[in-house]
């Protein structure tokens, strides 16, 4: 302690006068090659990211004898040193290190919360923001809303860039727990169907099981908890394996797809999005008609929509946390019995 305190005391000017800002400046820098790069997405000037970088060198070539940056000419990306790319590197994890921890004090402290959630939930999470957004605001805590997709969905949870998750995820139907590394709280499941444009004499069945799937032209979402569905039924291969007319990235451009008769398949989609359609709810078609599964799916499965958050965590905080009170909102709407809200 006593021979760190003494370099503390003899550390070099050139040392001390660096500030977050230059550290921040360099980091752009390494990863945008050039000083106009990095003004752009500083939002600077060239001139003042290149003063920045000189004051940067001087600096480093007293302290190691070796500049950061090196010039190679006109419209060529710098030259790092070793000493730069050192540098460059330890900055980095410096800055992840310091914002890691100041967003776990702020989280622990109640003034920041961040929810992650996924399309098909955000009715559910909008009506629950109803509850407490007043409160929340009163308390000046700082409420974010982040779009997570499910490809994201541990991720983002495990690694704290989101405190709760809405989401859906494929779960057995017998299964006991859903989610049991988290903490969960289910709000919602069902099935899935096909919601399909196909005319009766193609497609007569009230129920499809998993070897007449294999034969009917489908609209699947390219990724996403409804591919899970598929890849568990019938491996990572499943391209192979089915007649997939269309992959798409949106519900809303699926039903558009089947309307226009672009194309003429089975949309696999939740069940009540299946009806919501039907029922003219959502942008439809009066031919469009829904068709079940059957139970010879292996494992069978439904959709369970609900809250994840690490596990633990709550109960680390008191009742008057941030977290415990939106937690505490989303299980009352849970409970509350309200209609499903409708679309995707």
């Not at 001087?58 to 000493?83: I, P, S």
Request: hydrophobic letters at 45%; one cysteine or more.
């Amino acid at each position: 302690m006593e021979g760190l305190r003494a370099d503390l005391l003899s550390c070099s000017p050139d040392l001390l006068d660096l500030t977050w800002d230059q550290m921040r400046t360099l980091i752009i820098v390494r990863e945008t090659g050039s000083a106009l790069a990095a003004a752009k997405v500083l939002g600077r000037e060239q001139s003042s990211v290149q003063k920045q970088l000189d004051v940067l060198n001087r600096n480093f070539q007293a302290l190691t004898g070796e500049l950061l940056v090196v010039k190679q000419g006109r419209g060529k990306d710098f030259l790092f040193t070793r000493t730069g790319l050192e540098v460059a590197e330890r900055a980095r994890a410096t800055f992840a290190d310091w914002l890691r921890d100041i967003a776990d004090s702020r989280r622990r402290l109640g003034s920041t919360l961040t929810v992650g959630t996924a399309e098909s939930t955000l009715g559910f999470l909008g009506r629950v923001l109803e509850r407490v957004a007043p409160h929340l605001l009163e308390r000046e805590v700082e409420l974010k809303v982040v779009h997570v997709r499910s490809r994201d969905f541990w991720k983002r949870l495990d690694s704290n860039q989101v405190d709760l998750l809405c989401g859906d995820l494929a779960a057995e139907a017998a299964a006991e727990r859903v989610a049991p590394d988290y903490d969960f709280l289910e709000w919602h499941r069902e099935g899935l169907a096909l919601l399909t444009n196909l005319p009766v004499r193609e497609l007569a069945a009230k129920s499809v099981g998993v070897d007449r799937l294999r034969s009917l032209p489908l609209v699947i979402p390219s990724r996403g908890v409804i591919t899970d569905f598929v890849e568990r039924w019938y491996g990572p291969d499943f391209r192979s394996q089915l007649q997939i007319t269309a992959e798409i990235d949106d519900i809303y451009f699926g039903l558009a797809l089947l309307r226009s008769r672009m194309a003429y398949g089975c949309m696999l989609c939740a069940r009540s999005i299946g009806e919501a359609a039907v029922a003219g709810h959502l942008p439809t078609s009066e031919d469009f008609r829904l068709i079940d599964f059957a139970g010879d799916f292996d494992p069978m499965l439904q959709l369970v929509s609900g809250v994840f958050a690490r596990k633990g965590e709550r109960e680390a905080y008191d009742a008057s946390h941030p977290l415990n009170i939106l937690w505490d909102a989303f299980r009352d709407e849970a409970a509350s019995g309200r209609p499903l809200p409708v679309g995707p």
